[in-house]
């Protein structure tokens, strides 16, 4: 049936006024529908979604932590005490040799020579002695008779001291000379590695070479040089005085594997003003050569354990004035705080002072928290189990 052309002005005036109502009915559904979020803070900016975690009070394994420099306990850099050719090594390269092994052989024959000439002067001069000391006992038996005066027998006296001095002399030098000739074996002080040789066979020694022929490091035990801050000293002092050989763990230079365990064998005796930190050594027995002279290592101090106040590390920023926390209080804000870090132990880190036990810390979206900014807290289990 054909529609009446007058009815459709009528239902267009129809939609136009039903129009606004519909859009009325769409605002107030939109305004009415459950909102997703929450509301903003009075600042305009929608809460920070973070997570967090609670500082707990608990037995904390204490340790230390420093970047450490093994450091040979002997390094001895070989040198001659006699000029003179040098006509053998007895040694290869990296070689570990033991205290008193033979290194070098310097030539010996011009020592040789002296030596002989020091016992030839010897034995005359001690000849000449006897011969004068005879004479002495002679005088004394004509001096006896009034054969001889009082000032001859004085006289013979006097040769016989000086000629016993002579004797003296003449047994220091042969000595000397034959200290020279013991010279020109040049063996190792002190048990280690040798390094690379700096002089070839057939080169001329002196003594006054500074390179010298060798280096010598003592690799087994060895030791480690490292340093701790003057805050750490009253907790380290405590455990030194209840353990003096603490346990010393080294690691590589990612903290992936341990290259060594050993203790703690010296303090130092003075904080160095320039560093504010205190030198120790550490020594460990490096049976496996883990441990090679010069390389860095990071070191792990145990103290032993100790109450304190624990949070996970990722809680922990670092600001211009030290460390802080960013800490939520009742009203759901964030609130920066500062904090003294103690010793840590793996992801955990103790808190000296600033934060109680029971506080709520943040560990997860700290990006862009400022002072007093409102948080929606996402989970509290989940930022301790990642702890």
């Known amino acids: 049936m054909p529609l009446d052309p007058l009815s459709r002005p009528r239902r267009n005036r129809t939609l136009l006024l039903a129009a606004p109502f519909v859009m009325l009915a769409a605002l107030l559904a939109w305004w009415a529908w459950p909102r997703a979020d929450v509301a ?3 600042g305009g ?3 920070t979604p973070v997570r967090i975690a609670r500082a707990s009070a608990e037995p904390l394994q204490l340790r230390l932590k420093a970047i450490g420099t093994v450091t040979p306990l002997h390094s001895v850099v070989v040198r001659s005490r006699v000029d003179g050719e040098l006509l053998k090594l007895h040694f290869n390269e990296g070689q570990h040799v033991k205290a008193g092994d033979l290194l070098a052989q310097i030539d010996p024959r011009p020592y040789e020579v002296r030596l002989a000439q020091a016992q ?3 034995q005359q001069n001690l000849a000449e002695l006897e011969n004068a000391e005879r004479q002495l006992r002679r005088f004394g038996e004509l001096q006896a008779q009034n054969y001889v005066s009082g000032q001859e027998l004085s006289d013979q006296q006097s040769k016989v001291r000086q000629l016993q001095g002579r004797r003296m002399s003449d047994q220091a030098t042969v000595d000397e000379a034959k200290l020279q000739l013991q010279y020109t074996r040049i063996t190792a002080p002190v048990s280690g590695r040798v390094g690379l040789r700096r002089v070839d066979v057939g080169n001329l020694i002196r003594s006054s070479d500074a390179d010298g022929l060798v280096t010598l490091a003592q690799t087994a035990p060895i030791s480690v040089l490292f340093t701790v801050p003057e ?3 009253p907790a380290l002092l405590d455990a030194v005085r209840s353990q003096p050989a603490l346990p010393v763990q080294a690691w590589d230079r990612e903290e992936r594997a341990a290259l060594g365990s050993g203790e703690l064998s010296s303090v130092d ?9 205190l030198k120790l050594r550490a020594q460990f027995a490096n049976a496996d050569d883990a441990l090679f002279p010069n390389q860095f290592v990071n070191i792990r101090l145990q103290l032993g354990a100790q109450d304190a106040v624990v949070i996970p590390d990722a809680a922990v920023q670092f600001g211009s004035k030290g460390n802080y926390v960013h800490v939520i209080d009742k009203d759901d804000k964030a609130q920066r705080r500062d904090v003294v870090l103690g010793p840590a132990d793996g992801t955990r880190v103790s808190v000296r002072s600033g934060l109680k036990a029971g506080e709520k810390v943040v560990v997860e979206g700290i990006d862009g928290l400022e002072d007093g900014s409102a948080v929606r807290i996402i989970s509290e289990d989940a930022a301790q189990a990642g702890a």
């Open 120 to 122: 030839g002067t010897q």
């Open 269 to 277: 005796n003075v904080i160095d003003t320039a560093t504010g930190t």
């Open 231 to 233: 805050p750490e000293l």
């Open 45 to 47: 900016r929608k809460p």
């Open 40 to 42: 903003a803070d009075a």
